[in-house]
């Protein structure tokens, strides 16, 4: 344990001066949660209430948690995945802002679910999740907590498609506010957010030159759309794989190449999944790439690529070829031994190789976080113990203020369109 009087278990207390640095750079690219933040100040709507948060412990996400302590909320912060804590960040929130925090890089899966449970040893009433593990360990471990609840928040599609089986299930004990559902959140972040970062995270591990290269992106949802894009853009011949066959359908009219796995696996060069699904690169698949291939992740669990199956078809000894980088080689149909590359292995890689999504697009996704548990703790009681969407107001002025902070000036309807757009008397 460190920091003062601050609760936390963080790497390294000497980091927290780079962290308020970085932070304070970060918050340049925030503005609308910085507006947000100054009315939380003046308003104090989270007094009295605790939070528990697991999110990626990263620049951002300290902005969002100074936030929710400006609205009066006392904060306890772990991390949603082992990889992509920024020890510096933990370092000044502990430091600066006392706001617990339990997260060390690299964390083992013993001290992942510890640190978790320290934040739900806070008795949270609000929490904010990132892939819901908070709130599966809550319900499985904790029942006798659940009734101190009174909402919740998901960041991500893997966590709210958990919540929604939960809620199925008729297991789901208070309501959850799927802020990954915002159009705010899902048409920026997952996007944009995604794909730049996602091609960041590959660059800065192997600093490859993307031109030219053979892409292979598993999975054409919001994020794999933007993966694809974005490699795309560098000059990368891209081969989507789908198992959906309306977003197969996008993709080819995208202008993507679909084929199976089974057949991209030969040609391709640099693999990333997308999907939220398992095994998604799989024995099969490794035995058929070239020698050289790089495969990533950008798909919220490290399932998507099977490193025990790879493990196990592995000859010789493993090796890290670059910090972020494990060579695996494996043995050819043809009996050539061949070398397979797996960044960050295989979890997050834009959060682990590189810094996770821009902060101007996390300024909407927190943005959506802050103003969802501000309706929590209004409307406290009043929500039924479900999946919400954020209200459609919220979601429209998020967008205004975002425009606004950017200067872009939007048309205004007229009376008589407004009348128009409202009448169902007017036809051809
Ligand atoms: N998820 C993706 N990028 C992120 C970031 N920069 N901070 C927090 N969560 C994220």
């Not at 209430?49 to 100074?66: I, M």
């Amino acid at each position: 344990m460190t920091g003062g009087r601050t609760r936390g278990d963080i790497a390294d207390p000497s980091l927290a001066s780079l962290g308020r640095q970085r932070i304070a750079w970060a918050d340049g690219d925030m503005p609308v949660l910085r507006s947000i933040r100054e009315r939380f100040e003046r308003e104090r709507p989270l007094d009295g209430l605790v939070v528990g948060a697991c999110l990626h412990v990263t620049t951002e996400t300290a902005n969002l948690l100074k936030t929710l302590k400006a609205g009066g909320a006392t904060v306890l912060a772990c991390a949603s995945n082992p990889l992509s804590i920024q020890d510096d960040v933990a370092a000044c929130l502990v430091a600066d802002e006392a706001i617990a925090t339990f997260a060390v890089k690299g964390e083992n899966h013993e001290r992942y679910y510890g640190h978790i449970d320290a934040v739900l040893d806070g008795h949270p009433h609000l929490t904010m999740d990132d892939g819901c593990d908070l709130v599966s360990r809550l319900h499985q471990r904790r029942p006798h907590q659940l009734g101190e609840v009174i909402g919740g928040t998901e960041d991500t599609t893997t966590g709210v498609i958990r919540l929604r089986a939960m809620e199925a299930a008729g297991v789901l004990r208070y309501p959850i506010v799927a802020v990954n559902d915002a159009e705010t959140k899902r048409l920026f972040d997952n996007r944009h957010g995604t794909g730049q970062s996602t091609l960041d995270g590959i660059i800065r591990a192997t600093n490859l030159l993307v031109a030219g290269k053979r892409f292979v992106v598993a999975g054409y949802g919001s994020c794999g759309k933007g993966v694809a894009e974005r490699a795309r853009g560098l000059g990368a011949l891209v081969t989507v794989t789908e198992i959906d066959p309306l977003r197969a359908l996008e993709a080819v009219m995208d202008g993507f190449r679909v084929e199976p796995m089974a057949v991209a696996a030969r040609e391709g060069e640099v693999f990333v999944t997308v999907t939220g699904n398992t095994q998604v690169l799989r024995a099969e698949h490794f035995a058929e790439m070239r020698d050289g291939a790089i495969v990533a992740n950008a798909g919220h669990f490290d399932v998507e690529i099977d490193l025990v199956q790879l493990e196990a078809m592995a000859v010789g000894r493993r090796r890290t070829a670059r910090p972020m980088v494990e060579e695996f080689t494996v043995n050819s149909p043809d009996g050539a031994p061949r070398r397979i590359l797996v960044l960050a292995e295989g979890r997050l890689v834009n959060l682990s190789a590189a810094e996770g999504h821009p902060a101007a697009v996390m300024d909407l996704s927190f943005a959506n976080h802050a103003l969802a548990a501000e309706w929590l703790a209004r409307d406290r009681g009043k929500l039924s113990n479900r999946v919400h969407g954020v209200p459609a107001a919220v979601d429209a002025e998020i967008a205004r203020l975002k425009l606004q902070t950017m200067g872009t000036v939007m048309d205004e309807p007229s009376e008589s369109q407004r009348a128009y757009l409202a009448s169902w008397t007017a036809g051809t």
